[in-house]
């Protein structure tokens, strides 16, 4: 990256899963301080404001990926394309033009849709979790999993700006002033980009009803 920074180890050497429970222990020595600071003085050279930061996005950006994609692999490669991509943004940041959260809403879901439009298949069983003592049986989880994987799929079939508004809004539980900010264009266009995908979605899935659990809800 420019002026000779590097993404830190932290999301260099460590799977992300891995890196999330090394995270978790760690205190943060930058606490009050705003995202966009420690992205300032990582650029100036500041390893540690990196790492704290990593320790605040890296979930959230992770949560955002995997519910847009339903797959655990491909959340986590984008989780750490997209603070890899936060890395390199640094020296060029300008700040006030916006907020980092805001920065990484966008460049997540970009990456996100170019996945959904690509990818095809399921998800294996491989990628769910043997349950802990009260958690949700594995039959639970197959179609917990199933029924992401199908609005993950349904997503993908959506223009992609209508697939970014609804997974934001609905996955996210973002306003549509937020929306508007990440994606760049007015609340009212963000409205009906909304309203037409959820149209759309509803028609995808009408005919799975049954065949995801639904018969009953």
Known sequence: MAGGHRAPAICQEYKISVAQELMNAMPDPFAGAPDEALLIAFANGDAEAARALTVRLLPRVLAQATRMLANTAEAEDVAQE??????????????????????????????????????????????????TDGAPSVADQMQTTTRMQALSDALAALPERQAQAVAL?????????????????SVRSVESLTARGKRALADIMAGRKAELGYDDD
Request: proline letters at 3%; hydrophobic letters at 40%; glycine letters at 6%.
């Open 82 to 131: 997209s603070m890899i991509r936060l890395w390199k943004q640094a020296t060029e940041w300008r700040q006030g033009e916006a907020l980092v959260s805001t920065w990484l809403y966008r460049v997540t879901a970009n990456l996100c849709t170019d996945i959904l439009r690509k990818r095809r298949g399921g998800v294996s069983l491989d990628q769910i979790a043997e349950p």
């Open 169 to 185: 809004r609905h996955l996210e539980g973002l306003s549509n002033p937020e929306i508007a900010q990440i994606m760049d264009i």
